[in-house]
């Protein structure tokens, strides 16, 4: 990553950069019309090869429920694309900004311009949502945009690379390879921003490498999501919910509750509630067409130690079936998995889970979850049950995280119009609906200079002139 950028015709990466990069310079910024024809065609390589992008996803992961991917991947972009469409003229349109009152009638805007060439590096978990929802906003900010998708769905990535290159110029839009050696020189590009969405370990690692060209970032990480289910709550409703939030895309979902914190005297109570709404909702049969795969052998082995771990250490493991059990394994289905009696020094409660296991813990006093909470990273989100209104306040007061959503999970992400982003390890900025578009706009302030008001008083020679001057801007100070 210190090599410095290899000069255009030795190195395709760098060549497809430099083409997008020397045209943000020289091109005037692209007009409305212009930015709702990208938005246009991005609409068509999503809504025409809908059926090819499910069925590359599922091969992918081994097997992906075509529903989820309906729901949580095209809808939702194709959702931000008609979102950002409607709204665009608003958001391109100058702002008004008051004008402080010495200098009236001067006046203040803020423009938003295009910030130049955008890159966007993506996971595997939600891959067609993670790589165009960020260009969405990108391309309506009037950015040129290069994509590197991850190397865990290289059908899905072949085939964004070849739809995508149907619909556009290179210097529009392009996704590129997935080899490691991609991933590196990809971040080390001088793009003027750059969006990554991954774990907080890669995170680091890009962070580090757009630093050095001074390339603003916005991280979208992982980290470990708390539930927490107040004495107040209605135990088997958020069992239900809490239960469905895990196991959509088996776990593999940034925004899972990791981990659920439950009254004490009602842990045993809340994990056969969890355990039924599990089965109700997602059978016991690894055949099950709703039930997602998990993406990799690698990951799948991950899952496993995480279960043998907490179990080594004592804690209860209730499971649907074993999971090296040959019709699970061999489909890499992992069977849902709730762990109670958790403690902090299993593996479980360390790293961020990732796959269909639910640690319970238990609590006595009512502020022990944000204690919990507050001594570990800050969570990308949190999720809080019950009624009692003052206690869900006092959690909602004392803790951060990147979002909340109260007596259900995951929904706040759906939002259009709240920035979706996390904090501290869990990442920075924030995007979806005008937030996308904002961050990858530069809000620049511009002053108009009017002829009437006094500015040329504040010339020298100040003399008696300036102390007047003076005398007023301290009154009005
Ligand atoms: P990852 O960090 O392993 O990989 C993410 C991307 O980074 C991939 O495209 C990968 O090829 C690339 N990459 C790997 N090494 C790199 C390097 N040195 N330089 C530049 N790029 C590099 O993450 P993953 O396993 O693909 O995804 C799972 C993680 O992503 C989880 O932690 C999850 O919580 C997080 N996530 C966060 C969000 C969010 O919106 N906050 C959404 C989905 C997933």
């Known amino acids: ?45 999503v809504a025409d ?58 006046k203040n805007r ?10 966007i590096i993506a996971p595997w978990n939600y891959p067609l949502q993670l790589t165009l929802a960020p260009a969405v906003g990108a391309l309506a900010a009037g950015n040129r945009v290069m994509i590197k998708p991850s190397e865990l769905v290289p059908r899905f990535s072949a085939l964004l690379q070849e739809t995508i290159s149907t619909k556009f110029d290179a210097t529009e ?34 962070a580090e490498a757009a630093g050095r060209n001074l390339t603003p970032i916005t991280l979208e990480l992982g980290g470990k999501s708390p539930a927490i289910v107040d004495r107040s709550a209605d135990l088997g409703q958020a069992a239900e919910r809490i239960a469905y939030a895990k196991l959509l895309n088996a776990g593999q979902t940034c925004i899972a509750p990791d981990y659920a914190i439950v009254p004490e005297a009602s842990v045993q109570d809340f994990a056969e509630r969890v355990q039924a709404a599990m089965r109700r909702m997602f059978g016991t049969d690894p055949d099950n067409q709703d039930y997602t795969s998990i993406v990799s052998e690698r990951h799948f082995q991950r899952l496993e130690a995480l279960v043998a771990d907490a179990a080594a250490k004592g804690a209860t493991v209730m499971q649907a079936a074993k999971p090296d059990d040959p019709g699970w394994k061999s489909k890499r289905k992992f069977p849902p998995t709730i762990v109670v009696g958790a403690t902090p020094d299993m593996m479980i409660l360390q790293e961020e889970i990732f796959g269909p296991l639910l640690p319970i813990i238990g609590y006595r006093d009512a502020g022990d979850p944000v204690a919990y909470i507050n001594k570990r990273e800050r969570p990308l989100a949190l999720y809080w049950f019950g009624k009692d209104d003052a206690a869900r306040d006092a959690v909602l007061s004392r803790t951060i995280s990147g979002g909340v959503t109260v007596n259900d999970c995951l929904f706040h992400f759906t939002q259009i119009n709240q920035p979706m982003g996390g904090i501290g390890a869990s990442g920075t900025g924030a995007y979806h609906g005008e937030w996308g578009f904002r961050t990858f ?37």
């Not at 008609?82 to 010495?102: D, E, F, G, I, N």
């Open 173 to 206: 839009i392009i996704v590129t390879g997935v080899d490691e050696d991609i991933s590196m020189a990809f971040a080390s590009l001088a793009f003027d921003h750059l969006m990554f969405t991954g774990s907080t370990r890669v995170g680091r690692l890009v």
């Open 49 to 106: 090869n809908e059926a090819r992008f499910e069925q590359a996803i599922s091969a992918d992961f081994g097997h992906r429920c075509a529903t989820e991917t309906a729901i949580a991947e095209t809808l939702l972009v194709l959702g931000e694309i008609k979102h950002a469409a409607r709204h665009l003229k608003k958001w391109m349109a100058p702002r008004r900004v008051s004008t402080a009152l010495q200098f009236i009638p001067a």
């Open 1 to 45: 990553m210190d090599q410095p950028l290899k000069s255009p015709g030795q190195n395709a990466l760098a060549d497809a950069f430099h083409a997008m990069f020397e045209l943000s310079r020289t091109m005037p910024a692209p007009t409305l019309e212009e930015r709702l024809d990208r938005l246009a065609r991005l609409r068509a390589v």
């Open 441 to 477: 706009s530069k809000l620049k302030p511009v002053f108009y200079r009017s002829p009437f008001n006094r500015l040329a008083d504040l010339y020298p020679p100040y003399g008696t002139k300036i102390a007047r001057l003076e005398k007023m801007l301290r009154f009005m100070s």
């Open 110 to 119: 803020l423009i938003p311009q295009p910030l130049g060439v955008v890159g």
